[in-house]
């Protein structure tokens, strides 16, 4: 894990701070209604600093947070999707495992070949390695890319089968809409790799899980939370 995190000359203890975090990164909350929440809880902060926060420590707390191991038998399900930000059409390319797990996102002007090249250079270096597979809609610019990238790769192109991708998308549009939008492609960037980052920490891998393993589940992703925060429960 890398270097453990710094809360000099910050007025709240760390607790509250990372509590702060994981409220607007988890929940569909705005930064006004996670000011009202905590207002709630005694503790009297601006919807402003609960922003500086987010800022400042979501990502420090994002990295630190233990990622799935790779595997040569896993299958990478791609898809992008277009955001407007201030009038100007961007896509945010998105890549997800088997299971759901969101791999890597990255956000970029253009929906051609040289952006999926790209979206697959870093999942490489990422991943260490190819997968067993990867699926993706018709947009024939993966195609091309997986050609030009990684020929070996089995290529399935067909936008039924890749209904996990499209659906990674839909909790980004919720909070999306709370935010009322995005302000510029370098924010949502942040945003989208802390969010991701948090939502494969909490959210079980399967669906079909008991409730006492969902619960089990969550109170482990909490530990684990408050150990990237460098906070004792």
């Known amino acids: 894990m890398s270097k453990p995190i710094s809360y000099k000359r910050h007025r709240f203890p760390p607790e509250i701070i990372a ?9 569909p909350l705005s930064l006004r209604l996670v000011e009202e929440m905590l207002l709630e809880r005694g503790i009297v902060i601006s ?6 926060w987010a800022l400042k420590f979501g990502r420090a707390y994002a990295r630190r947070l233990r990622r799935k191991t790779p595997s040569r038998y896993d299958i ?5 999707v277009v955001v407007t ?3 100007k059409k961007h896509w945010l390319w998105r890549a997800v495992d088997q299971d759901g797990y ?28 190819p997968p067993r597979r990867m699926i993706t809609d018709k947009l024939g610019s993966y ?10 790769v089995e290529h399935r192109s067909h936008k039924g089968l890749n209904n996990r991708a499209e659906n990674s998308h839909l909790p980004l549009r919720r909070r999306e809409r709370a935010m009322q939008g995005f302000r510029s492609p370098g924010g949502l ?5 802390v969010f991701s980052a948090t939502r494969n920490l909490f959210v079980p891998p399967h669906s079909r899980r ?6 089990l589940h969550r109170l482990n992703a909490m530990a684990a939370w408050n150990a990237a925060a460098c906070v004792v429960a």
């Not at 195609?143 to 070996?152: F, K, S």
């Not at 008991?210 to 619960?215: E, V």
């Open 102 to 129: 969101v791999l890597d996102e990255i956000v970029q002007d253009r929906r051609d070949t040289k952006a999926a090249k790209r979206l697959l250079k870093r999942l490489l270096r990422k991943q260490g390695g």
């Open 19 to 27: 509590y702060a975090v994981w409220l607007y990164f988890r929940s």
């Open 143 to 152: 195609a091309a890319a997986q050609r030009q990238v990684m020929p070996e």
């Open 47 to 52: 919807y402003e600093t609960v922003r500086r």
């Open 85 to 87: 930000i201030s009038g």
């Open 210 to 215: 008991s409730a006492l393993a969902t619960h």
């Open 189 to 193: 960037q942040r945003f989208a790799s």
């Open 76 to 80: 990478w399900h791609l898809d992008e």
